[in-house]
């Protein structure tokens, strides 16, 4: 029930939608139900009418073709309604997610791991398509026509309207439930494993290298066989169960149809039943019966669809990395910066910042140096309040980091670090990731600051050249550079900087460090590298050890 709660206010936003395309459903059946039921009845008349005399054949005939016509149009617009409204709510389960994901990055439940968000983003977001389209409309859908169709039985043949009644009702209900009951772990399972197969091939595309120099290749298919052998089991016994499900959804069905013309004989029998009629109820009791067997077999994906949500609720339900504070201050106009016997580590483990004591006057830029893993990367983290210290203070100017919104340090500390991305769109759009309302002035600005507005004014598109996935298109330095006036142009007022040169030539190196040092006069610039920088690019160098810096 929570999970259910937590997505009506979505399916608010299309409930027009979503009720026009139940309705168009609901005539589709009624338009379906009819077609047969009248056929059969026409037929039937006409063939007990001696050559049709005295029969008028062309109102029935009129009938046929006009619940043809009915069903064919109430099909493609329940279809077209429905995939819309669908696809609009798949994207408002998207804009929902991401916006309840980015106040809890990085995760503080580190068991939730890359590939596992990236498989909730994509297939379980997916899952969800399923929800209303082939679970929640053919089961009311099948209830609205089963109660019709007992109306229609209990005024013409009331001995059959109890049979069917009771027979379409465990069919559109008890039976769909009992299969979600019994086989709701089944498909909690088969997502769980469809998850660690997309996981797994995550890891072993981004680590196949290590994997190949590890000479562990072997054991890592010998492990993706083992998932994959899990998940097809998982499938196979939902399959199993829905089928099982199918099988008793067909054995109340023709338990209706046999009642239905048990009931209908007795009455022709006794004279109170036409006999057109009965064959007319028969075959519409047996057409009625359409849309419970859609039920059934959307149940295994609906019971999928149920425990993606699961894993959507779940991660929502991630503690935020940072606690917002209840009264907080503007971002300062002074920009220095200070930290105070700052400690920090992760999960209890084993600290990564061992009292950490620096000073920065405002528009100062150093450098810290150092071996890895000696917790510089951390440190411009918490500059950023992905995380809190565990003790000591930060500050800037005089006012606590922690006093301060995360969207306004956001707005004002900028990072460029070295798996800053390019995106798979046109350079301006790449550009406004940092500022969505920036004019082409202001973007050509940025470019020439960062020296890559003559390379961008030579492409035959300009701002609105597209470049390849994670810059391919580009030259490691261009890419560097582009990554760079991004930055400049979120204007912000200090600048983190995590081995911005990694990966470049020393001669792009050089040339980068000398941009930097012309597009950073006059902002505080704090810049993680091991690289040797030339003289001049920052004031100062520190170097950090073990958690500990040392000028």
């Known amino acids: 029930m929570s999970v259910l709660t937590m997505f009506i206010p979505l399916f608010k936003r299309r409930l027009g939608a979503l009720s026009l395309t139940l309705l168009l459903s609901v005539v589709t059946l009624a338009s379906g139900i009819a077609l047969l039921g009248t056929s059969g009845w026409f037929i039937t008349a006409t063939a007990l009418t001696t050559l049709g005399l005295g029969f008028n054949l062309f109102v029935p005939s009129a009938m046929v073709r006009a619940f043809s016509f009915v069903r064919i149009l109430a099909r493609y617009g329940e279809r077209f309604v429905g995939h819309n409204a669908t696809l609009k709510l798949l994207s408002d389960l998207r804009g929902w997610l991401f916006g309840a994901l980015f106040p809890r990055l990085p995760l503080a439940d580190r068991s939730i791991r890359h590939g596992d968000i990236v498989s909730r983003l994509t297939a379980d977001i997916d899952a969800l398509d399923v929800a209303f389209l082939v679970a929640v409309g053919p089961m009311l859908g099948a209830l609205l026509i089963g109660t019709v169709m007992t109306v229609v039985l209990a005024l013409l043949l009331p001995g059959a309207a109890i049979i069917y009644g009771a027979c379409i009702g465990l069919a559109a209900i008890a039976v769909p439930v009992i299969l979600v009951l019994v086989a709701r772990k089944a498909g909690r399972d088969t997502v769980l494993a469809a998850a660690d197969a997309r996981i797994a091939v995550y890891d072993a595309i981004n680590g196949h290298a290590d994997l ?205 670090s070295q798996d800053s991305p390019v995106f798979i769109d046109t350079i301006r759009n790449n550009l406004r990731v940092a500022r969505a309302a920036a004019d082409d002035e202001a973007l050509w600005q940025a470019l020439a600051v960062a020296r890559l507005d003559t390379f961008v004014a030579s492409l035959p598109q300009g701002l609105d050249t597209v470049v390849g996935e994670s810059g391919r298109t580009l030259s490691a330095g261009q890419m560097r550079r582009l990554c760079l006036a991004r930055t400049l142009l979120s204007q912000a007022s200090i600048i983190l900087l995590d081995e911005p040169t990694d990966a470049l030539d020393r001669a792009n190196e050089i040339a980068f460090f000398e941009t930097l040092r012309a597009a950073t006069v006059g902002k505080t610039v704090i810049m993680v590298t091991h690289a040797d920088v030339p003289p001049g690019t920052v004031d100062r160098v520190v170097e950090m050890r073990n958690g500990t810096i040392r000028d």
């Open 212 to 416: 190949t120099i590890l000479g562990v290749l072997g054991s890592a298919h010998a492990r993706f066989n083992d998932i994959a052998e899990r998940l097809r089991d998982r499938r196979l016994l939902l399959a199993a169960l829905t089928s099982g499900a199918a099988v008793l959804v067909q054995f109340l069905a023709a338990l209706a149809l046999v009642g239905t013309l048990w009931q209908g004989l007795a009455a022709q029998e006794a004279g109170t039943l036409d006999p057109a009629v009965l064959v007319g109820l028969v075959l519409a009791v047996l057409g009625s019966f359409e849309a419970t067997g859609v039920i059934v077999r959307s149940v295994g994906k609906s019971l999928a669809a149920f425990a993606a949500a699961e894993r959507l609720n779940a991660l929502t339900q991630v503690p935020p990395a940072i606690v917002e504070p209840a009264h907080p201050k503007p971002f300062p106009t002074d920009h220095s910066v200070t930290l105070s016997d700052v400690h920090f580590s992760y999960d209890a483990g084993a600290p990564v910042l061992k009292g950490v004591t620096l000073t920065m006057a405002q528009g100062e830029r150093i450098a810290i140096a150092g071996p890895s893993g000696g917790g510089k990367s951390t440190l411009l983290h918490l500059l950023l309040r992905l995380a809190e210290p565990h003790c000591g203070t930060i500050r800037i100017g005089t006012t606590r980091l922690s006093d301060i919104k995360s969207s306004e340090v956001h707005a004002h500390i900028a990072l460029l």
